[in-house]
């Protein structure tokens, strides 16, 4: 069960400008940049990124997937993320839940998967811009 719908609100209006500063440098996190599927604005979105083998990443689905930046990334069929302050271009998204989900985790990224309360992840192939 994911977090709740509030809690994404209050994290959107008084979290998130903060973590937008770090999550392009921090460790387990990642600045997803991606298009709005309607309004073509550009969106920078901060999540828990991790690396998964072989080139790629896994991020926590921490509210779902019925998430806006989830949807844009899907209608688009990729984005960016700026992860230790380096540019990759993500492609080929696919939702992976269960335990073969947290499987693909490394350890800190279970963590955030049980603290989240996140049964899934979001697999992404990454290629460095």
């Given at each position: 069960?994911?977090?709740?719908?509030?809690?994404?609100?209050?994290?959107?209006?008084?979290?998130?400008?903060?973590?937008?500063?770090?999550?392009?440098?921090?460790?387990?996190?990642?600045?997803?940049?991606?298009?709005?599927?309607?309004?073509?604005?550009?969106?920078?979105?901060?999540?828990?990124v991790?690396?998964?083998?072989?080139?790629?990443?896994?991020?926590?689905?921490?509210?779902?997937?019925?998430?806006?930046?989830?949807?844009?990334?899907?209608?688009?069929?990729?984005?960016?993320?700026?992860?230790?302050?380096?540019?990759?271009?993500?492609?080929?998204?696919?939702?992976?839940?269960?335990?073969?989900?947290?499987?693909?985790?490394p350890?800190?990224?279970?963590?955030?998967?049980?603290?989240?309360?996140?049964?899934?992840?979001?697999?992404?192939?990454?290629?460095?811009?």
């Amino acid at each position: 069960m994911p977090l709740p719908r509030w809690f994404a609100r209050f994290q959107r209006r008084f979290v998130h400008p903060f973590v937008r500063r770090v999550a392009a440098f921090a460790p387990g996190y990642g600045l997803l940049e991606h298009t709005g599927r309607k309004s073509g604005r550009t969106f920078r979105t901060p999540l828990n990124v991790f690396a998964a083998p072989p080139d790629g990443f896994a991020i926590v689905l921490a509210y779902g997937h019925d998430v806006d930046w989830l949807r844009n990334l899907r209608a688009a069929g990729g984005a960016d993320v700026i992860k230790n302050r380096k540019r990759y271009a993500l492609s080929n998204p696919r939702i992976v839940s269960g335990p073969e989900a947290r499987a693909e985790l490394p350890f800190y990224g279970r963590l955030a998967s049980v603290a989240t309360r996140s049964p899934e992840i979001l697999l992404v192939d990454a290629r460095r811009c």
